[in-house]
């Protein structure tokens, strides 16, 4: 019961002056008397937008006679509207009667059909300030009934009641809550239907709401509470629940009901007790027109305000009354499609696997590193490069070792000479204290001599350089220690697994899987799990085990350092188990660590 449209992406081409543009036609711009009655109703109405609380920076009015066109009044320095303003009612057109876009600067350009004077369709427009909703949006369009009045004039009677409706609107929209909305609503409507009466006559208005084909009462004039077993609610019950399952207007026995009707339903009885042979026509109208007017406003808002389980408890019974009900074909092939995909989910048992991050490593790995601190002198390897057993690798600088070793060399010598010399004297202590030099001669420049021999790297077996990329680093100082290059045999490949921690429960050795590798991801290839171990480690911020695996089947062509996925079969179960397990332990964690 609410209209509504679709901001659009971008202005549309303005039409030439002159033709048809969508419904209207657009005129060339001749200087003729404006209707005086126009540009005073268009300000009245702005205003009584402004008293109803929606904050209007201005109207416009456009038809096909020049006389009853109005544009928007936009201040200097302020964004213009006009292009906006041609593009939107242009997209106004009997199946489209609201247009809606925006406005730089957040505003939001209202544009829907209105009925001028002469009986020729127009288009009004109305630029509305944030915030931008459906109750204002609701209130606006309401709001054209005063106007359309005004600008016809027909009566000032017809004027009176659409200024009390916009005003009445103004009281609603003004409550807190949904049920405050409706009592503040039925009490003035009573008292502005009461108007239209004898001075003797009385009236008593109830509203019913309507679900699951019953009806509930809600608010009744002049009453904040009634017992649902009292004799006037039982009596103005059945007279709704008439009009309910009749879906027409009643009026007998002292009663008026009126069905208001959503998209062909009633959703909803107004009950008026008169105690008359029939209501007033003027009554009537008075009735209808703020019923129709009010009504969708107070049970949106009403819906909006129920608690989130009550809301879907009234979801579900709304949707097994469309099932149990005629028609609903759609509604009921679908609740087939769900019924049979959960039974699906639950009843049919598939692979449940376990995935984990894998890289592939070579059988046996090696580790090159600097047998003391030194700098690098000349690099001929990279990683990638094939190797032999002692094939050279790396070369230190050893310029400082070869004058050591120099040095030491003299220093022995001369240590020899001083023992010669003490021995030609038969001098002992002499003789002790030079081969005590002697000995630690000898020692030093041995262990010169053996980081002399160190210092060429080379490859412990056959393989291939994983890593270690020195080429840019010549010169570069090294520590003891450094690992250098890493090199792999060329013998064979291991599958090496990261399973997450909260999946390594159910991981067992002797387990199959398929894993598939970055570079190859069209091809799966079978293994299986030799061993799990407890080393643990953490990979893009999840903590996991490390695990390894044996190729089955034919190797594929592999190089060390690979990466890829890995799948392990750990058993069977259903998918609803498997895709709900991960959020369930997440929940028993959570519950167990803040339970008190």
């Known amino acids: 019961m609410s209209a509504a449209g679709q901001l659009p992406d971008a202005a549309e081409p303005a039409t030439p002056q002159g033709a048809e543009a969508g419904h209207e036609t657009v005129l060339p711009p001749e200087a003729v008397a404006q209707a005086a009655e126009l540009q005073p109703a268009l300000s009245a109405w702005r205003q009584r937008l402004g008293a109803a609380g929606l904050v209007c920076h201005g109207v416009a009015l456009h038809s096909a006679d020049a006389a009853w066109c109005a544009a928007f009044e936009r201040p200097e320095g302020q964004v213009a509207v006009d292009e906006v303003w041609l593009e939107a009612r242009g997209r106004v057109s009997p199946d489209s009667p609201v247009a809606l876009a925006r406005v730089a600067g957040g505003e939001l350009l209202v544009a829907t059909q209105l009925m001028l004077p002469d009986g020729r369709p127009g288009t009004v427009g109305a630029l509305l300030a944030p915030p931008h909703n459906d109750r204002n949006l609701q209130l606006l369009l309401l709001s054209l009934g005063w106007l359309q009045l005004t600008l016809s004039a027909a009566s000032l009677a017809h004027n009176q009641r659409a200024a009390t409706l916009l005003q009445l609107l103004g009281h609603v929209g003004a409550q807190r809550g949904a049920r405050a909305a409706a009592q503040d609503w039925i009490n003035r409507t009573a008292a502005w239907a009461r108007a239209q009466l004898p001075a003797q006559a009385m009236l008593a208005l109830s509203l019913f709401e309507c679900r699951f084909e019953r009806v509930h009462w809600w608010v009744a004039a002049d009453t904040s509470h009634a017992e649902a077993g009292s004799p006037a609610v039982m009596a103005a019950s059945e007279v709704a629940q008439r009009a309910l399952v009749e879906s027409r207007q009643l009026d007998e026995g002292g009663y008026w009901a009126l069905p208001l009707l959503e998209q062909g339903e009633v959703v909803a009885v107004l009950v008026a007790q008169h105690g008359q042979a029939a209501l007033p026509e003027l009554a009537r109208l008075v009735l209808g027109t703020s019923a129709t007017a009010a009504e969708p406003l107070l049970r949106h808002w009403r819906e909006t305000q129920r608690p989130w389980l009550a809301y879907t408890w009234l979801a579900l019974r709304r949707g097994l009354a469309r099932l149990r009900g005629p028609g609903d074909l759609a509604w009921k092939a679908g609740a087939l499609a769900l019924l049979l995909g959960l ?218 350092g690979m990466q890829g996925v890995a799948k392990i079969s750990v058993g069977r179960a259903n998918l609803l188990t498997i895709w709900t397990r991960s959020s369930a332990d997440w929940l028993r964690m959570k519950l167990w660590t803040y339970w008190i």
Do not use: C
Not at 379 to 405: F, N, S
């Open 343 to 560: 039974l699906a989910l639950v009843l049919v048992p598939v692979d449940d696997r376990v995935t984990a991050n894998m890289v592939i490593e070579g059988r046996t790995r090696q580790l090159v590193t600097m047998p003391y601190e030194g700098f690098i002198r000349e690099v001929m390897v990279r990683p990638g490069d094939r190797v032999q057993r002692q094939q050279l690798l790396l070369r230190l600088d050893d310029r400082e070792l070869q004058l050591e070793a120099a040095k030491l060399r003299g220093d022995r010598d001369q240590a020899a000479g001083k023992l010669r010399q003490a021995m030609a004297e038969r001098d002992a202590p002499a003789v002790a204290l030079s081969g005590a030099e002697l000995q630690g001669a000898e020692g030093q420049l041995a262990l010169v001599e053996a980081k002399l021999a160190r210092a060429s790297l080379v490859a412990p077996l056959d393989g291939l350089v994983v890593s270690g990329d020195w080429v840019q680093q010549i010169g570069a100082p090294l520590e003891l220690g450094k690992e250098v290059f890493e090199i792999a045999s060329a013998d064979g490949y291991r599958v090496v697994l990261h399973i997450p921690e909260h999946d390594i429960a159910r991981v067992r050795n002797g387990q199959r899987g398929v894993l598939r590798l970055a570079g190859q991801p069209q091809q799966g290839h079978d293994f299986e799990l030799s061993r799990i171990t407890a080393t643990a480690s953490v990979q893009d911020g999840a903590n996991g085990f490390r695990a390894e695996a044996a190729w089955l089947g034919v190797t594929p062509a592999l190089s060390p």
